[in-house]
């Protein structure tokens, strides 16, 4: 696929800016999936059990932090190489933990639904456009295609 420096640029730059609140913005991601789809609330574990949504918990900051991580990774990696490498025990691994919690296909468009108006409110309705959209959107789905394809193959 092609990615081009400009698009890395633009993923990276508002990463930049959702960084300053990790503990807020990893929050409201979680918070708009749940909007979306509340249904996808039983399959974490540190939702199971409770209504409302732990405003601390550290596993769920830090899982946040990685998604975003990843597919900021996953822009730079597609500019260089024009695919997505993770390596093959992290794709292993994340592909056995979304299938043992039973993710299926269209959670990860709620996902990225999700992913895409959290950087919006980050970066804020002025810088926000159809560019920044796509830079994130494509970036993200090259890393759920090879989650899924994980998922598919996995033994
Ligand atoms: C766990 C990343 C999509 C649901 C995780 C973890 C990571 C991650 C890094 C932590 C794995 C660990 O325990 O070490 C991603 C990425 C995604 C993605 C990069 C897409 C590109 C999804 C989707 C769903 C989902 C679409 C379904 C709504 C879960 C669940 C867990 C998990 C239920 C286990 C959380 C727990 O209870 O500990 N994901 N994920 N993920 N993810 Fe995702
Ligand atoms: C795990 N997988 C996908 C999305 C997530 C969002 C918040 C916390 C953990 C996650």
Excluded at 18 to 26: A, E, H, R, T, V
Excluded at 63 to 89: N, P, W, Y
Excluded at 108 to 130: C, M, P, S, Y
Excluded at 138 to 149: G, H, S, V
Aim: aromatic share 10%; hydrophobic share 40%.
């Amino acid at each position: 696929m092609e990615f081009s420096e400009n698009e890395e640029g633009l993923v990276k730059d508002s990463w930049e800016v959702l960084k300053q609140d990790i503990p807020y913005y990893s929050l409201r991601f979680f918070t708009i999936i749940f909007e979306i789809a509340p249904g996808a609330k039983a399959m974490f574990s540190f939702l199971r059990d409770s209504d409302e949504i732990p405003e601390n918990n550290p596993k769920l900051k830090a899982h946040a932090i990685k998604v975003f991580k990843m597919t900021c990774e996953s822009a730079t990696q597609l500019r260089e190489k024009g695919e997505i490498v993770v390596s093959d025990t992290t794709l292993r691994h994340l592909g056995s933990v979304h299938l043992a919690r039973g993710v299926l296909d269209p959670h990860f468009e709620v996902v990225k639904e999700a992913l895409l108006r959290t950087v919006k409110e980050a970066i804020g309705e002025d810088k926000w456009n159809e560019d920044v959209k796509c830079a994130w959107g494509k970036a993200y789905d090259c890393l759920a295609n090879a989650i899924k394809a994980q998922m598919k193959h996995a033994d």
